[in-house]
């Protein structure tokens, strides 16, 4: 065993020879890429066992290796995994898995998906032009603001109620089975699902409103549950919640997933007193009993059950010690509760609907001055003085928004900030919650952290609202351009750490009546991959790499000089001998040389960002303009037809500037320092480009016509429902894939200062589940699945129609239909 197994290395690293004792990584000077190759070459050879990511790191020698795994390949067996109660297996209905739809239907579902968006704008601007009359017809400023409470609470209680009813009108009840994507019965999941992730009641998450809207669709929400996730459920029926329960944020608990052409809406039960920590994944006929934990980072695969009173972690989750509830419970306060949501819908329907609704018609009644730029008339329409003001207004918007929610996130928060007391347990809807919950909004500005991430300024803005940075060592990398807290205040960083992106540090903990926020600290020369929930109680030191994904543990002796992968996570190196070989920039005059270099591209970087923005906001109001012009002619129409060229006009505007970008460089194969000029061309790529609107398209099929014209290579009939590709020319998708909501193709890995990025393929009708990761130089052969929250690593190539699953993804066994059944 050991002569084949080095004989087979030794072909993958490009020797002779590989004594049995050499480290695969300390001696042989391979990383976790050059392993993953390995072990497909393993999965090729019949005589030979296959190995894990997981097992390379365990035993990173030849002669450890062969002592751990069988002589001859093993015959896969699944684990027993508790099954629900009274959540037997449902028998399929309507088309079975693999009867995908032809292009007539997948045509004629985009033109029913087109045909519904248009209805629903003209419908709303229908609303907005008698609103718009009829509130302009008063022009003292009280009458205006009265008739917009008016108009606006009428709107806001319209556009609560639509979703409701028609869900109640469509689907009824949700009841397990098939629905085959791009049939007509999908078209009516798409509606309603649709209408229920735009009500303005997803906004309250967190409040007994929203549990109040969930319950208004059909979901057995028990009392005193707490939903803090903004993560919607559609098929509600299908959901039960205990009494007590606690569901934390950036949870999927969706009760349905795409697979295999169908919509497969299914149960997600939560008993009495559960908590369900931050990022997690619960996927379709999955259940906890009363009191459980899941841990944070973790997942439960369809058919698993955590017994009563048990914690698990892990994806798939299995059984720890672990306790992840931090705070005790308060005596419940029912009237709390409800002043709690009394003071929200107030301060919607006495301030933020006004604004929203009135704002513009009251600016108009108090500047008269402003009246020509919303309804210029055809003169003004011709004279390039109109034009030359609208342009300025719109810079003004932008760099006065910008400098205005600089001094806000600043000094307002550091005001507010003395009334929550780190440590302590308060009520939960009391007024300090409410605080917190300000902090946490004021401080959490995407389009701040976008614009300054990737770059040396980043520190310094998260410093101004509030981090806690020992001496600071710039590397102009700091931070990516997605940094998330519950508190800014109670957030430390080390000396020399650098994060790559996508990290949410999780401050404050709850639990259903109560809340507390405690320093989270990260230790200093780590390094922290992608999409990481850091907890304040996380037993990390200095001089550790945390892997994308991993699961942060929060009990154990604390890991100093380590590496980190995996939910639950394992220790691997800190560093590769591979990986050193940009270790000159990290100091001295080449650090000197190469940052400040770096910061001039960067700072050119944000003014394009800037830019574009005001580009598109000077162009959107002279769509506005015209619609103003044509009004008085063309009546509803006119503001219809704008609304859907707002649309358009977007998609096709950030669709123009991102192949701007690629066509000075376009993204491709990268090994180098992040001091090289072709690496700052990679973040020029992802900050200047906007992906938000994409989110408009999903489930449709225009969402991969938008994917081709930003250079995907993607095959026909795809079903993308909330899919995150961050480098589009990088990645082939082949026909009828299905991408899950929430999962993520990622062509490229930082470590440190060194920058690694390749092509990802992913074959005919490979499915890729709720929140998985598919990272860089991966291939899927045709009709592999991925099960939901899986981390699959770089460089793996999964083999055709095998199912993979896990944090890192291994082979699942062959042949069950359940993917949520692990092999090993």
Known sequence: MEQALAQVLAEVVGIEQVPADSHFFDDLGADSLVMAHFC???????????VSMKEIYQHPTIRSLAAAVPDTAPTRTAPAFTQAPGREP???????????????????????????????????????????????????????????????????????????????????????GQIRIWSLGYVRFWVVRTLIRTNPLTLFVGSP???????????????????????????????????????????????????????????????????????????????????????????????????????????????TEADFQVVGETPHATLRRALHSARQLATAFLVYVPLAVGGTIMLLVAVPELHTVIEPGPAVLTNGTFYRDVAVA??????????????????????????????????????????????????????????????????????????????????????????????PFMSSVGSGTMVADGLSIVNADFSSTAFQVSRASIGAHSFLGNRIAYPARARTGDNC?????????????????VGLLGSPSFEIPRTVLRDSR??????????????????????????????????YLTCAALLAAGAADTYARLGVPAVALADVLVVVFTAVYFVLVERLVIAARRPGALYCSIYDP??????????????????????????????????????????????????????TIGDACILNAGSIIQCHSQEDGTFKSESTTLGRGCTIGVGALVHYGVTLGDGAVLAADSFLMKGEVVPQNSRWGGNPARELEQGDDDVGRSSR
Not at 40 to 50: F, G, T
Not at 456 to 473: K, N, P
Not at 545 to 561: C, F, N, S
């Open 678 to 731: 072709r690496f700052w061309w990679r973040e020029r790529y992802w900050k200047v480009p906007s992906e938000t609107y994409l989110r408009l398209f999903n489930g449709t099929p225009f969402k991969n016509v938008i994917w081709r014209l930003l250079g995907v290579r993607i095959g026909h009939r795809v079903f993308d429902d909330g899919c995150y590709v961050t480098e589009r020319p990088m990645v």
């Open 582 to 615: 940009f270790d000159r920039f990290r100091s001295g005059e080449e650090l000197r040389r190469g940052l400040a270099a770096k910061n001039k591209h960067n700072a050119a970087t944000m003014g394009w960002f800037l830019l574009s923005r005001w580009i």
């Open 545 to 561: 790499l945390l892997a994308t994904k991993v699961m942060v543990p929060v009990d154990g002796q604390i890991r100093e000089g």
């Open 394 to 487: 719109a810079a003004v918007l932008v760099l006065g928004g910008l400098i205005l929610g600089l001094l806000l996130v600043s000094a307002l928060p550091r005001v507010l900030r003395r009334a929550v007391v780190p440590g302590r347990d308060y009520p939960l809807y009391g007024w300090r919650h409410s605080i917190h919950r300000a902090v946490s909004r004021l401080t959490n500005r995407r389009n701040l952290t976008r614009l300054f991430g990737d770059s040396s300024c980043i520190v310094h803005y998260l410093r101004a609202i509030g981090y806690d940075f020992s001496h600071i060592e710039q590397t102009g990398s700091n931070f990516g351009t997605e940094v998330r807290h519950e508190t």
């Open 40 to 50: 497909a070459r393993l999965r090729k050879r019949a005589d030979l066992p296959s």
């Open 209 to 319: 409103l929203y549990v109040f809207y969930l319950r208004a669709l059909g979901a057995d929400i028990g009392r005193g549950a707490v939903i803090l996730s903004r993560n919607v459920p559609v098929c509600t029926d299908l959901l039960t919640i205990g009494e007590g329960s606690v569901v934390r944020k950036d949870s999927f608990f969706l009760c349905y997933r795409a697979r295999a052409g169908v919509i497969e809406p299914g149960p997600v039960t939560i008993g009495k007193s559960v908590l369900v920590s931050e990022a997690t994944v619960m996927d379709i006929g999955t259940a906890l009993g009363d009191g459980a934990q899941l841990g944070h980072a973790s997942s439960l695969h369809s058919g698993q059950v955590v017994p009563q009173g048990e914690r698990w972690h892990g994806s798939p989750a299995q059984r």
């Open 90 to 176: 449902q028998t399929a209905t309507g088309a079975p898995p693999g009867d995908t739809a032809g292009t007539t239907e997948y045509v004629l579902c985009g033109i029913l998906q087109a045909l519904a968006f248009l209805g629903y704008t003209y419908l709303a601007a229908m609303a907005t032009a008698w609103g718009y009359e009829w509130i302009s017809a008063r022009s003292d400023l009280l009458a205006v603001y009265v008739r917009s409470v008016l108009f606006g609470g009428a709107v806001f209680v319209g556009l609560c109620a639509l979703p409701i009813l028609v869900k109640w009108t469509l689907i009824g009840r949700w009841k397990p």
